[in-house]
Structures are given as C-alpha cells and as structure tokens.
C-alpha cells in the first residue's frame, strides 16, 4: 500500500473527476508508481470525507483512462503502461457535462420524424428475404445498385459487383484490412489519423507505420521513403476533412500519393466518410486510382447516426478478399436498416438530409469562429470538429481534464497518434454533438483555458 494519499483540500466538485485528475497527476508525476495498490473505495472514501460512489467513479475514470488495473478480490493497482487504448470519446453519464469529445454530426427532429416515417413505410413494403434469408446474394443485389448511385454522388464510379454493403465505415475499415494486410505486414498511414487504426493493428497482427504528415496531408516523399525500409502493403488515408486536422487534401498531393502507391503497387484504403458533404472536394483517390483503392463510405456521419450503413466498393483483384473477410467477421450488414438507407437514396431524403447537414455546420462554424476569435486552430466549414494545437508548454492531458473540472469533454489530440515522433499537443473538439447553445458555452470554457497561463492549469489539478 502507497504512503501517497489525496488532499482533501484540492476536491472540487465534480468530486469523482478531481480526484481522479490528483490520483492522475500523481502517477505522471511518479508519486504513485506502477503496481503501486491503491486505497479500498471505502478507505478512501473514510480518509477524504466523500462517499463511496464518489470513490467508486473516481476509480472508473482512470481504469478508462488506462491508469489503473481493478482485480477482483485483490483491489486497484496502478498501471503505467496502458494495456488498451482508451477512446477519444467520453462514454459520460448524460448531462453532467457538455460533450464536445464524440464526433456526431448535427441532429435535431428532424432526423427522428424521417426515421419514424421510415419504419411505417418499412412495416408495410419489408422484402421476405430481408426478414428471412441468411445469404447476402439473396437480400443485396438491389441494395448494391443503390448504392452504385450514392458513390457517384461521392465522386467514385464503380460496378454493382464491387460493392459491399456493411455496418458502417467502421465495418468497412476492419474488412479492408483484413484483405490487403495480412499479419506482420505494415500499413502506413499519417501520423494523426483515425483513433480505431492502433487497435486494429494489434487485433489483426500488422504492423502500423505513421508517417509524416503537413497542411495538405499525408508527404508523399514520406511514403516513398517508408516503402523503402518496410515491407508495406497498403496505404490508410482520410484526405477529405474526416481526418482529425480537418484538412481537404489537394488533387495534386492525391495524385503524387497515387503514383507513389503504383511505384511500390501497395492497396491504398480510403476513408471518405462524410462523402458529398463536402463541397468543392476534390476527385477522391479511389476516382484517380481505381484498381488499387478500397474506398469506404457511410451514412452515420452525414445523414443520421443510426442509420448505421455503409459501402465499402473494391477493385476487382480485392473483390473475393472482401467477400470472404466480409462474412467472417460480419456475415453481412443488417438488412432492414439497408432497405432504409436504399429507399433514401432513391427517394432523394439522404442528400436531402445531407444538404440540411452541411447549413447546419455552416452555422457552427460561424460560431466557432465568433467565440474562440484569434486563437489558431484548424477547421473544414462543413468538418464535424475543429482541431485545436495547444500553444506554448500547455499539457494536452491537463487541458482536457481542466474542461471536464468546468463541464466540457474534449477528446485529447494524442487519441489520434499513430507514430511516436516529436509530437504537439492539441485537442479534437466535436461541433454536432450538442445544441447551438451548448456549444457556444463549451467553446466559451475552451476559449478561457486556451487564453490563459498555462502554468495556473496544471496547478489547478
């Protein structure tokens, strides 16, 4: 048992939370070392004059954060080296805080009344085979063909027969994987990029390369230098906004990445989530390289949060791969949330909402743009985020536990990191994921710590 013990004087409501950042500050700083056991939630509770379920959620907070070990029987233990990467999110009880952490695409009534009126339409025109059948060619043929009509939307043309339907892009990303990168190979991607990769590597036994990344994107001259040293097989990249800077990569730096791909004839998975969302895009990499690219796309983050669909379309040397890896891990997407997102393509209420989306975003971001003024950060006017560098010697971990002390969630920039190099820190903040009101007063509390002494934040905690 650690001599180590919290100030009762330093708890601040909320309680659980700045006890959690003094346990958490006290690790970092080596008070508490790994292995260390920490107090009984009773004992602890006893000592700071706070009640058990107090302690409890305090301890709850860093087994997320990857802090500390809980054994049955045995207590808490503190680990430094993180066995599980902790998500950007806050999976928070709701309304005890502004959650500006999980990116969420604007939602109001809107969304609901056109769901509602889908599932009426869906109970009465269901397909038998979408109800019964267990084999994907039976209950997909039409949805495919639907879908082939949503990709050009997208700026990307392909065949019917290329195309897999699955549970959104997230679905779509672990099958891709699975098809060009086998175990102990390496995928390259840029070294702030989606949060999902450094588990996936692990789960799926490659090797995970980030590369160097600028203002337009991932380097090309970075890749091509990669490929030399590494047995690379694919290439990850998020070019149009969905990337945590919220960078629109140019049709240049897409096509020089392009033919560094066809030098070294690596796969190249494209993650185009937010697809014509954004206007005055450049043609995606899969329009430009074809044969090599497997290009993902979804509905979540564009039209509407449950409607959990996507296309993952394919060359045709990665087709079978998909299909195999496909139904191995998913068997197939869910087919009456299909049938909904076919009838919307179709009827025209996807880009509707798609449309309604993108003047949603406009309005945040002239929000963002009135509250947070000077201060440097970087947006896209229709990205779902603003990613914020944090100036001067500012702690990424301090800043975003000195909002959550003032009711705002913020995902911390290093979430995003796929490489170990010399690193800035910077937080994601989420635009969609609250009212107009709320952001405004989270975007506020952001905007006081961004300005204020640094050294004042990592005394407060």
């Not at 260390?36 to 860093?62: C, I, K």
């Not at 969304?111 to 269901?126: I, M, P, Y």
């Not at 949805?143 to 392909?158: D, I, T």
Request: proline fraction near 7%; glycine fraction near 6%; include cysteine.
């Amino acid at each position: 048992m650690t001599l180590w013990r919290p100030d009762p004087a330093l708890v601040r409501r909320p309680a659980y939370l700045s006890l959690a950042e003094q346990i958490a500050r006290a690790i970092h700083d080596g008070r508490l070392q790994d292995g260390s056991r920490l107090p009984t939630h009773r004992r602890m509770a006893e000592d700071l004059g706070l009640s058990v379920q107090t302690v409890s959620r305090a301890y709850e907070e860093l087994i997320r954060r990857g802090l500390v070990s809980g054994e049955i029987g045995r207590g808490s233990f503190v680990q430094t080296q993180r066995s599980e990467p902790a998500p950007p999110y806050l999976p928070e009880r709701p309304g005890e805080v502004i959650d500006l952490s999980i990116l969420k695409p604007v939602s109001e009534k809107v969304h609901l009344d056109r769901l509602k009126q889908a599932l009426g339409w869906l109970s009465e025109n269901l397909p038998a085979s979408s109800a019964l059948s267990f084999r994907p060619n039976m209950v997909f043929p039409r949805h495919r063909a639907v879908a082939v009509e949503w990709l050009k939307q997208c700026g990307h043309s392909v065949q019917p027969q290329n195309v897999s339907v699955t549970n959104g892009a997230t679905a779509g990303m672990t099958v891709a994987l699975m098809s060009v990168a086998p175990p102990g190979s390496t995928v390259a991607a840029e070294a702030i990029c989606h949060h999902t990769l450094v588990p996936l590597a692990t789960y799926l036994g490659f090797k995970l390369e980030g590369l160097a990344i600028d203002e337009d994107g991932l380097l090309p001259e970075a890749l091509d230098a990669a490929c030399g040293r590494s047995d690379i097989r694919a290439v990850f990249v998020q070019p149009s906004v969905i990337n945590p800077t919220a960078t629109l990569m140019s049709e240049a730096r897409r096509q020089a990445i392009v033919a560094v791909a066809r030098k070294h004839d690596l796969a190249i998975i494209e993650n185009d989530v937010l697809g014509p969302l954004i206007e005055d895009r450049p043609p995606p990499v899969a329009a430009l390289a074809p044969e090599r690219t497997l290009y993902i796309t979804s509905f979540t983050k564009t039209v509407m949060p449950g409607l959990r669909i996507g296309y993952l379309a394919a060359p045709d040397r990665h087709v079978a791969a998909v299909a195999n890896r496909h139904l191995v891990s998913n068997w197939m997407a869910t087919p009456m949330v299909a049938e909904i997102a076919s009838k919307w393509v179709a009827d025209g209420t996807a880009l509707e909402l798609v449309n309604w989306q993108r003047k949603a975003l406009h309005r945040r971001h002239a929000i963002v743009s009135e509250v947070l003024g000077e201060i440097d950060y970087r947006a896209h006017r229709e990205s779902l985020h603003v990613w914020l560098p944090l100036s001067g010697n500012r702690s990424e971990e301090s800043f975003v536990a000195q909002a959550r002390l003032q009711g705002v969630a913020i995902a911390p920039g290093s979430s995003f990191r796929t490489s170990d190099a010399p690193w800035t820190h910077a937080v994601r903040i989420s635009l969609g994921s609250t009212t107009e009101e709320e952001l405004r007063t989270g975007l506020s509390v952001i905007a006081q710590l961004a300005l204020g002494d640094p050294e004042h934040l990592l005394l407060a905690i």
